[in-house]
């Protein structure tokens, strides 16, 4: 399994952005997929998940109202669109892929990561 992040870049606070993370070599609809970020300083943290067929997501408290989880199985992708960003917000994420059943939420829970992509919000 390979998984390709991208979509990271610089942005003004109050802006958007929009994370992709393409999969390939296994059944992607299968799999529950996750977004995790690392701010400066802090340990790397959940942000998002969304079960394998799309049908459920669930948000750390600090993204909900303004991170939204999305995927489409028919191009093995998920995004993660991030508005209202804040400077807060600057780090490196990563999506990763879970073989669990449900929303997942703990990093050992998750089996494949991608290699991150760095979002950075200035104020």
């Known amino acids: 399994v390979q998984l390709q992040a991208s979509g990271g870049g610089l942005v003004q606070a109050g802006g958007s952005l929009r994370l992709s993370c393409a999969a390939s070599?296994?059944?992607?609809?299968?799999?529950?997929m996750g977004w995790f970020r690392q701010t400066p300083g802090k340990e790397r943290e959940f942000v998002a998940t969304i079960t394998s067929r799309g049908g459920s997501t669930d948000y750390a408290d600090f993204v909900k109202g303004r991170f939204t989880i999305s995927r489409d199985n028919a191009w093995n992708t998920v995004y993660l669109q991030m508005n209202s960003l804040k400077p807060e917000d600057t780090g490196v994420y990563y999506c990763?892929?879970?073989?669990?059943?449900?929303?997942?939420?703990?990093?050992?829970?998750?089996?494949?990561w991608g290699q991150g992509t760095q979002v950075t919000v200035s104020s």
């Open positions: 990763a892929f879970s073989p669990r059943l449900g929303r997942v939420y703990r990093e050992y829970e998750y089996s494949y």
């Open positions: 070599g296994r059944s992607f609809s299968t799999y529950v």
